[in-house]
């Protein structure tokens, strides 16, 4: 080999001053570049080079090319048409090693920050929003939890994603769904790199950015399985495509692939899941450029070179490190001996980027990592899996079209087999091969996480089923016998189990989040499977994250705005768990959308519910026009409400002692049930209702003698009422009475109405007679100017207690009627229906029942008392004949014991008419 300097570039001896000197160059030109970055586009760089178009993302993606509809001008995959087109941005990482642990050594070239942006390459230095997303970050730092803080408004902008896209494509409002959560995973990327290391905040936040980063990715794959479904139900409607014959003149490996991808749902939907996980790595791999050390541009093994020149060179026999003495690719099998130690490093870390590249589905800038390394050889060898096709063969035209894919593929592939298997070769550069060929054993050993297992197996499912189909079309070659019965024989079914066991314990631990339990049983089209295990996740403890619980909703609700069948049971109690999380976090503008999806009567509850902890005026009225907007039952949702409040008192009706005290104490909960008849005197037709609620309320507090809340609750009914249930009635235009609740209720009221008259009356009439004005005295041996005093005092007293006798002369009279307008109630007496053609309320009617038994008797009492301590005894005589009347029948009110009194008190009437010199019923004895 000749070894002339001439012909060869420098070497570069890297030792540690250098490549820190080198380092900090680099450091110094992408210091530099940020200085003068630009706002762009953040796809720019995404999709191309300067030198040429973003290849496939994996073999795969050149058998789906005539698949798609699409131009083949940009060689597009199933995932370009099938899946949203926005991408997460190049910076955004899951939890997984970095990978700067296998950075290699590239120039900051051009093609690399083009491909892969850096996270603040689209931040200009004018935009005013880059200052706005630093001040955001400052405030979001400062809360307990960051992550929690920032990530708070995906609730309502999910919502209102939902009803912006409700009448429009489905598949627009997951690509939103996604872009949404990719918003929120990059402004927490940003908190955590802002935050201390080491801080619990720090750690939440990451915690955070995983889960919402988990969420985005797996709305991009239900958009990406599902519009392929779409496109399958319309491909089904479309006229059937014609199978070519593997004899037609023309066909070649490539045409009976897409033949298989046009027939085959199956293998679409396996390269569907191929594409979203190379999706996720690529997102992970980050910005090129950071995560790659110097390294030479046109020459490999440099070190190795270097040494074999100096040993030619010199006469000194010191240095004796066996190496290879030649510097072709298969030197070190071949010869058995080993590269220099730097050379075996770079070669490494090479190796495993060259790896993450594929698992990215980036083979062609693999390649041209490779090329710019120096070794072009191995960018070679990446290059034999795509698929033969001549399109010359069928003369189209006079112009020669190139030729497409390895006419020795097979040949290829057994090779690439066969290294996969070797020893001879590093774990990394094995995996490459075995990527290539389908050799599933050995790519799996360097698969660390469950998206990379996953990947594995479903990458080698589609490359063996395009295999099969190769094979039975006639095209297969001898060669391919020598590859296992196993991978020529794959089974979908089968395989599928890979989304369950791995040998790995650190993805055995994965398989078990959330998040990969339901992208597995998505994967598998298991929804009933998937419902189950929402169902085992509501009932377990601790709770389910909030953001967790909010991405299961929406999938529940966007698989019925499919028609697709779900456990209804299971989705219902999902619907009902963040409901109930919104109404624990006061998102109070959201829950009527979310209950409206709720079976009718469960919605009807649920909503009650909510609105019962709910007591400002202007909130209760905005939720009740949310509910109406949201299509449910205002009026049953407000009866509802009042219900549950007032029945939720266990009291019991007690008997009223015999004591004069006319009320009671009002408690908190007395105060609840007051503050629950406003539900319904929001709307005008409700009245009917609100007079029935406030009557049964109302009944309750008279029973307990608290006659203040029940004044108040009386008070909340609008004057009007009445009147309005009239006019509505009148309205519809019927010559039909009020219905019988209705004028029984009205009834009610008003014979409530009269009762609190009298107690207000009595009142009056008891604070007035106990605060007589007092009569001035004469001190003993006053003097003259006392006297003096004294008698103008008396003037005064006279003049007063003239006042104070007639106004108690108007109050004994005004009492005196209120209390016999209740005891003499119109039309059957107080608290009785007049219509009976109703239906049957028993607890009403023994309401009613108690109430005149506790009521009528103490209203009897009460007159005596202002009869007697007024001195007329004989009116007080004359109430005996209304007790005693079969007309009223009110004896039946009474019990024994208040019979008992009531004669007692009688008999002091006529005791005092007696000592008056009268009779006993106080009329003059006649001589």
Known sequence: MDWDQNELLSPIVRDAEVTRAARRKSSVQKKAQFNFLSPRDDNQGSTTTPARSLPCHTPGSLFKQSFTPKSAARNPDVSAILATGRRTP??????????????????????????????LSGLGLGDTSFTDDINMSSVMLKEEDPGEAASVSLFPEFLQSYLRHSSTAVFDLLGEYEAICQDKVGMLQRLVSRAAPGQQKSSKTAG??????????TWRLITSLYRLVSIQVITVLSPVCVTISPQAPGVSEKVVM??????????????????????????????????????????????????????RNTSSTGFNVPLVTELDPDAPIRQRRPLADLDREDDARLLKYLFTLLRAGMTDEAQRLCKRCGQAWRAATLEGWKLYHDPNINGGGAELLPVEGNPQRCVWK????????????????????????????????????????????????????????????GMGSEELEELPREYLEANPVKDAECLLPSSSQKVLEETKEHYHIIQKLVILGDLDGLLEEFSNWLTRSPALPSHLLRFMTHLVLFYRSLGMQLKEEVSVDVLKAYISLLMREKYVDLIAFYVSHLPPDLATAQYALFLEEVTEAEQRQRCLELAREAGLDVAAVTKMVVENIRERDTEEFAHHDLTPALDTGTSAEDQRKIDVIDWLVFDP????????????????????KKHHAAKVVFGKVPEDSMREIYRQWEELGLDMPLPAEDENAIREHLCVRAYLEAHEAFNEWFHHMNSPPQKPSLPAQAKFTEKVAYEMKENEYQLEHDSWTGRLEALTEDVKERIYNVLLFVDGGWMVDVREDTEEDPERGHQMVLLRRLCLPMM???????LQRTQRHQES????????????????????????????????SSLLLLDKGLDPLGYEIQP
Not at 208 to 217: D, F, G, I, K, T
Not at 897 to 908: G, P
């Open 90 to 119: 190049r910076f955004i990482h899951t939890p997984r090693p970095p990978l700067g642990s296998m950075s290699m050594n590239l120039d900051d070239s051009d093609w690399t920050n083009s491909l892969y942006p850096s996270p």
């Open 877 to 908: 005589l004359r109430l005996a004949d209304i007790i005693a009347s079969d007309q009223h029948r009110l004896y039946e009110v009474f019990s024994k014991d208040e019979l008992r009194k009531f004669l007692q008190k009688m008999r002091e």
């Open 860 to 866: 009897s009492f009460l007159l005596q008392t202002v």
């Open 414 to 473: 057994v090779c690439c087999w066969r290294m996969a298997d070797s020893e001879h070769f590093s774990r990394y550069e094995r995996a490459i091969y075995a990527v290539l060929s389908g050799n599933l054993k050995r790519l799996l050993p360097v698969c660390e996480s469950w998206e990379d297992s996953v990947w594995a197996y479903f990458r080698v499912l589609v490359d063996s089923l395009v295999e099969q189909e190769v094979r039975s079309s």
């Open 258 to 311: 897409e033949q298989l991808f046009q027939r085959d749902a199956v293998v679409r939907q396996s390269q569907l899941v191929v594409d979203w996980l190379e999706s996720i790595a690529k997102d992970e791999i980050g910005d090129f450029s950071d995560n790659i050390e110097y390294y030479a541009k046109s020459v490999y093994w440099e070190n190795t070179l270097h040494a074999l020149k100096l040993r």
């Open 685 to 704: 037709a409700q009245r009917a209702e609100a007079l029935k609620q406030s009557n049964a309320i109302m009944r309750k507090f008279l029973a307990c």
């Open 208 to 217: 955070m950015r995983w889960l919402l980063q988990q969420e985005m990715v």
